[in-house]
């Protein structure tokens, strides 16, 4: 049994626990608006990463509005992302339905697309919009899935359309994991087949690493097409900086 990792377990089930209860005592002291949804995931996702052991360090300056972007490895995106700045995301319809992750996702306010759906898709662009008239960003990974790192899967365009069309600034971010013993980061990316808790496990296990995040600036692009494209060259050349510097 990895020691490690049942260590850290029982710390993040008890950050959960504790997240629970603020939580409802969010809920308890008036409206449960998306930014305070949004404050309450920012307070629980830096209790999960402290809990795993993860070290957060971050270049650039994370958006306070609009759309932002990012290539997508791991489930732990969402945590490394919620942990720097307030934000409301989109995920896929399957995270609902997660332990512990799904629950963290609801009651932040997540919008949940099915990517076999058009309907489903209509209908999260169209609560995008609405989103990206609040307080917060939007945040969302428009490879559609995550991947082993090895490059950044070509973004899909339907949900730049509302910042596009609204002339809203949309900003693009890179993330990536480094191992201090040199591990590849592949070790920790979730892709594929791979089970998620075994995954998690191994994860909990790990010695020691860091989530390095690239901030670029914002910038408001004519249309979808041309959002997805810059901001997938922009990413695609943060991760190939950030790999020669290591």
């Known amino acids: 049994m990895n020691l490690r990792a049942a260590r850290r377990a029982v710390t993040l089930a008890f950050a959960f626990a504790v997240s629970i209860i603020h939580l409802g005592l969010v809920r308890l002291s008036g409206p449960f608006t998306l930014e305070r949804r949004a404050r309450w995931l920012q307070s629980l996702a830096s209790l999960v990463i402290s809990s795993m052991g993860i070290k957060v360090r971050v270049t650039g300056r994370a958006p306070v509005t609009g759309l932002l972007v990012s290539n997508h490895i791991s489930y732990l995106d969402v945590c490394i992302y919620a942990a720097i700045a307030p934000s409301t995301m989109v995920a896929k319809a399957a995270i609902r339905s997660w332990p512990l992750f799904g629950m963290m996702a609801r009651s932040s306010g997540a919008l949940f697309v099915d990517r076999s759906s058009r309907a489903s898709a209509v209908k999260v662009t169209e609560q995008v919009a609405e989103r990206l008239k609040g307080p917060v960003p939007v945040l969302f990974f428009p490879e559609g899935t995550s991947t082993d790192g090895a490059k950044v899967l070509r973004f899909h365009s339907r949900l730049f359309t509302p910042a596009t ?3 809203i600034p949309v900003t693009a971010a890179a993330v990536r994991y480094v191992i201090e013993d040199g ?11 791979d089970l998620l808790l075994p995954h998690i496990w191994k994860v909990l296990g790990t010695a020691g690493f860091t989530a390095e995040v690239h901030f670029g600036e914002p910038h408001i692009y004519p249309d979808r097409r041309t959002a997805a494209d810059r901001t997938h060259a922009e990413i695609e050349a943060m991760r190939s900086c950030e790999l020669v510097l290591q």
């Open 183 to 193: 591990t590849p980061e592949r070790e920790l990316c979730w892709f594929g087949d």
């Open 165 to 167: 069309d609204a002339g």
